[in-house]
């Protein structure tokens, strides 16, 4: 082959094979990204990811499991994401293992069997006025002492015991529920101091009889003190108890005959009057949240 057919031959190979390869891999990438292209569209340009089964207890509403706990103060959001792998969280029964489940802020969340609560801890003192329903509203036009509540706090908090429509006094809110429910059980009781004024003065032998305690529904209601006050009428008394069963004082003066007239809770646990006029609240102190956790 002469010198110019090799230099050709070269020339005319590197050409076409230099074509060749543009033409071939340009096509063919050409194919390939618009194929590409056409099922990204297609799929509103989303990856495709395999269908995974859902949890019968997913949901899309509320806050993250993880966020929830670390709100209540156990833990951190990523030491929550352990526990919860780990099986120590149960919610509203039912024990929830997977990252991101959500839930909502009535859910019964549980970690080792503790409820938790994802709202900071509250704790007003309510003196309460009379004609101020507590647990509802039967009556038209009636008030409940939520509305005294509102100006207080946004958070969800509930009373402590109970105070009827006429009574007046110390109510206590909290969302704490551990507390609440402490306070609440019988068996444990809570120090409180009644200001009773009744339809008729009370005689010395009733008043005997209820300083060794009542018989209710026959159960004996151990009552701490009663006395009357000083440079009031016999018709006012004083009457200690620990007892948190419903209209308890209302209750031992009507098994001896007497009608209740004016009830007025002055002292609830260590709490007092003090300071706080009728239809006013106020936060406790931290000291005094601890003294009712003591009780």
Not at 42 to 53: D, H, L, Q, S, V
Request: aromatic share 6%; glycine share 10%; net charge positive.
């Amino acid at each position: 082959m002469s010198r110019h057919d090799r230099s050709s031959g070269r020339k005319t190979n590197k050409d076409t094979g230099s074509r060749s390869d543009r033409s071939s891999g340009g096509k063919q990438s050409g194919r390939q990204g618009g194929g590409i292209r056409k099922k990204s569209q297609a799929r509103g340009n989303a990856p495709i990811k395999p269908k995974m089964e859902q949890s019968p207890l997913t949901n899309t509403e509320g806050i993250r499991l993880n966020k929830y706990i670390a709100n209540s103060g156990v833990c951190s959001r990523r030491d929550a994401d352990m526990y919860i792998a780990a099986g120590n969280v149960t919610v509203n029964g039912k024990s929830v293992t997977e990252m991101g489940y959500r839930v909502k802020l009535e859910d019964d969340v549980r970690f080792d069997g503790r409820r938790l609560n994802p709202e900071k801890p509250e704790y007003i003192l309510i003196n309460k006025p009379a004609g101020f329903f507590v647990t509802g509203n039967p009556e038209k036009g009636g008030r409940t002492v939520m509305e005294l509540v509102a100006r207080a706090t946004k958070a969800k908090v509930s009373p402590v015991g109970k105070l009827d429509n006429q009574a007046k006094g110390l109510l206590l809110f909290t969302n704490d529920g551990t507390l609440a429910k402490k306070l609440a059980k019988p068996k444990n009781g809570i120090r409180q101091i009644y200001h009773v004024a009744l339809n008729k003065n009370l005689t010395k032998e009733d008043l005997e009889n209820i300083q060794k305690g009542v018989y209710l529904e026959g159960s004996k209601v151990i009552i701490t003190n009663v006395s009357f006050i000083d440079d009031k009428p016999h018709n006012e008394v004083g009457i200690e108890l620990y007892s948190i069963k419903e209209h308890i004082v209302t209750r031992i003066f009507k098994s001896l005959g007497y009608e209740v007239e004016s009830l007025d809770r002055v002292v609830f646990g260590g709490l007092t009057k003090k300071d706080l006029p009728r239809g006013r609240f106020r936060n406790l102190t931290q000291q005094e949240v601890i003294n009712l956790g003591m009780h």
